[in-house]
């Protein structure tokens, strides 16, 4: 179940992260589900590029804000219209694919991601619809404005003929688009002072070494930063890592609204025992020029230094006992020095004495 809610989502954070830096994005993601589950049958969240703006959902039938910004009640009423056509839409389909696949009893879930984006010049981007069920993207449409143009590309038994076809480009035309991109524009200014800002990256290095092929795991981590847009490159003696070579994680978000990524390469156990200089180099709105750490493999670097813990405890330990043993020996030479005015005989078996106390 988790999996499935989670698709697209996932092609969520995709389309707005493949966006140009500095572009913004406004979604609406809606799942409708099939059987029984503690949710409602039918939500959706509007998104601002990563925030959650809005929600609605079936048992309340009335959206909800997320953000502090009121909604009156011509704008609810507007969207209990829209988000109510959109489910018994979504409710057909559901139910129609459901038989379609021979799905048996149990929980099935159908998702619709919608975006439309603004791009860094202020220009209208792309509207991009993708509509899965069960986890599988089936059916997905991409719609140029400037082009006024549909591009449609299904999978599903779904009847798509020309006249559906100049329907959806006249509803994109005259209704989703200007209504997406107006309400767009709308947000970002009462989001301004949290969308905008700028939050710079925290770069590391980390190296972990492999006991069984003795060699090593370069990994470099940016995290903290915001906006998403983010450019890591990892360099070895100034010259870029080959990407094949390279690991690069995904995109992702931190409790505290930042985000991180990290790539890594591996290091053979040859190149371990050369000399190499390696670079990380993290490129971010936020910053007027490249974020460098550098690391120079050192054969050094992985050998034990000296242990703190017990030259501390040992000299503590000498510390501790100097005066004992200062006063045994003058207890001894005290002895010695009284015993020195008796007879030769008493002053060997003294000496014998001393030499077994030892």
């Known amino acids: 179940m988790k999996e499935l809610f989670g698709s697209v989502l996932l092609s969520l954070l995709t389309f707005v992260s493949s966006t140009n830096a500095g572009s913004h994005s406004l979604c609406s993601v809606a799942t409708f589900i099939i ?40 704008e609810q009423y507007f969207s209990k219209l829209i988000f109510g056509a959109l489910q018994k839409e979504m409710q057909t389909r559901a139910h129609h694919l459901k038989q379609h696949f021979n799905c048996s009893k149990g929980v099935h879930v159908e998702q619709r991601l919608e975006c439309c984006e603004l791009l860094s010049n202020n220009v209208q981007g792309q509207m991009k619809m993708i509509d899965s069920f069960n986890g599988l993207s089936g059916f997905e449409m991409d719609y140029n404005i400037h082009q006024h143009s549909l591009h449609a590309d299904m999978t599903w038994p779904i009847a798509f003929d020309t006249s559906k076809y100049e329907h959806h480009k006249a509803l994109y035309l005259h209704f989703l688009q200007p209504l997406c991109t107006t309400a767009l524009h709308e947000l970002l200014k009462t989001l301004k002072n949290y969308v905008l800002r700028k939050v710079k990256p925290k770069v590391r290095l980390m190296k972990q070494l492999n006991s069984d092929s003795g060699g090593a795991r370069l990994t470099c981590l940016a995290t903290g930063f915001y906006p998403r847009h ?37 290091i053979s156990a040859e ?88």
Not at 49 to 73: E, G, H, L, P
Not at 236 to 242: E, F, L, N, T
Not at 245 to 257: M, V, Y
């Open 35 to 74: 059987g029984e589950t503690p949710f409602p049958e039918f939500t959706v969240l509007i998104m601002l590029d990563d925030i959650i703006v809005s929600s609605y959902d079936s048992d309340q039938q009335k959206t909800v804000m997320r953000i502090d910004r009121a909604i009156n009640d011509e």
């Open 230 to 266: 983010i450019n890591v490159t990892l360099l070895k003696d100034g010259q870029g890592v080959p990407e094949d070579l390279i690991t690069t994680g995904d995109l992702l978000p931190n409790a505290d609204g930042t985000y991180q990524m990290r790539k890594t390469v591996e």
């Open 271 to 358: 190149e371990l025992q050369q000399k190499h200089n390696y670079t990380c180099t993290a490129t971010h709105l936020s910053q007027d020029n490249k974020m460098n750490v550098y690391w120079e493999m050192l054969l050094t670097d992985d050998r034990p230094g000296p242990n703190i813990t017990v030259i501390i405890v040992s000299v503590l330990f000498v510390c501790a006992i100097t005066p004992t043993v200062a006063l045994v020996i003058w207890k001894r030479r005290r002895a010695v020095s009284q015993a020195s005015s008796q007879t030769d005989y008493s002053s060997a078996s003294t000496t014998e004495d001393e030499t077994c106390e030892k």
